[in-house]
């Protein structure tokens, strides 16, 4: 319990509610209480009155969030009523202090920018009072303090700011690569389930036999897609503290599984190693996993039918992986990327973060190639 005390937040709400029970706490002991020593207690008027006083320096930090300025408004008033009437302003100033905070930590950009003009001209009248307080530093300390607090909630107010950016960049990229994992998962299944399915339809009327093959390739098909989709899920729920679990992850190792459900769907595939297989970070592999698979799909897709090879070249770098069909490559002056790119401009972006490189486009003589290059360790 110990240990784990410091990760321990309090509620932002709680936060408020328990500094401005301290600041009211605080200003009540400044209240002239009519049991106090003659002398020393107030008429009922006088302390109904402290009483106001210290409600309006404290109350309004319940919202301190919400309206800022506000609250720093009311501190203000509260040491301006108190300082001339020769009450203790104590717990006036800290409340103008914790008020200033509160102003560049959470007011909009307007309020945070007044802060600022605010801030200067605190700073400038402590250089304007510092000679001219004929030996009492008090004026120059108060601005002083005052230009602090309001630049420490200048300082906390940006660095939230850039925790926020940080946090959405962070989600951005999750989203991202769930995308592309989503993408390269279904959209592989669902092609060659098209394919299998047009086949069992042409085939149902003169070759049963054919039509059910068809079929039962449609049924390992959809039950491989489930599979990679609850890994997805899997993976995208909360890890434990080892981290997350990437033993269920395809590997390199199941690509020629790829290659049968390519060649169950018309494709004629085949699968060439160079060099000496050996294993690659997660990463890597489950990279080079969707570099064929998104090429094999595409295949699929628009060279149905047409001769795949699938090269994989280990090198003391890394990796190359090579696919290549002899389909109809793409028209001269178009993109060089089948089906719109999306999903090869999602694998560019998983060989860039892993410091590689792809390309994508129309082969020498004929067809369409893909070239990925992923580093590795020797």
């Known amino acids: 319990m110990w240990k784990a005390w410091p990760q321990r937040r309090l509620r932002a709400e709680t936060v408020d509610r328990l500094l401005a029970a301290v600041l009211l706490a605080w200003a009540l002991f400044d209240v002239p209480w009519w049991w106090r020593p003659p002398g020393h207690g107030g008429s009922a008027p006088v302390i109904l009155g402290v009483i106001a006083l210290a409600a309006a320096q404290s109350v309004p930090f319940l919202w301190r969030r919400q309206q ?34 509160g102003l560049g930590a959470y007011g909009s950009n307007t309020v945070r920018r007044a802060g600022r003009a605010l801030a200067a001209c605190a700073l400038l009248a402590v250089f304007i009072t510092l000679p001219a307080d004929n030996g009492s530093h008090d004026p120059a300390i108060a601005c002083a303090l005052l230009a602090i607090a309001l630049g420490m909630g200048e300082v906390t107010s940006a660095h939230s700011d850039t925790a926020a950016a940080a946090a959405r960049h962070t989600q951005d990229m999750e989203r991202a690569r769930l995308a592309r994992e989503l993408h390269d998962v279904v959209a592989h299944q669902l092609s060659a389930i098209a394919v299998q399915a047009g086949a069992a339809r042409l085939a149902a009327a003169g070759d049963p036999q054919a039509a059910a093959a068809a079929v039962a390739a449609i049924e390992r098909q959809a039950r491989g897609g489930l599979t990679e989709l609850n890994q997805l899920v899997r993976e995208l729920q909360p890890a434990a503290d080892t981290g997350p679990d990437t ?47 998104e090429s094999l799909t595409n295949a699929i897709r628009y060279a149905a039918g047409a001769a795949a090879t699938v090269r994989l070249a280990y090198r003391d770098d890394g990796i190359m992986v090579e696919v290549t069909d002899d389909g109809p490559g793409a028209a001269p002056g178009a993109a060089p990327i089948r089906g719109g790119g999306a999903g090869l401009a999602g694998l560019r972006e998983r060989a860039r973060l892993l410091g590689g490189q792809l390309e994508a486009g129309s082969a020498a003589e004929r067809g369409f190639a893909v070239r990925a290059f992923l580093p590795g360790p020797p």
Not at 77 to 101: D, Q, R, T
Not at 255 to 264: K, Q, S
Request: glycine share 10%; net charge positive; charged share 20%.
């Open 247 to 293: 033993s269920q992850q395809p590997r390199l190792g199941d690509i020629p599984g790829l290659i049968r459900r390519a060649r169950e769907s018309g494709l004629r595939a085949e699968l060439r190693v160079d060099g000496e297989p050996r294993p690659l970070p997660a990463a890597v592999e489950l990279a080079g996993y969707r570099v064929v698979q």
């Open 68 to 101: 800022p300025a506000a609250v720093l408004a009311l501190a203000g008033a509260a040491l301006a009523v108190k300082y001339p009437a020769g009450l203790n302003i104590w717990s006036a100033g800290a409340a103008v202090l914790a008020a200033a905070y």
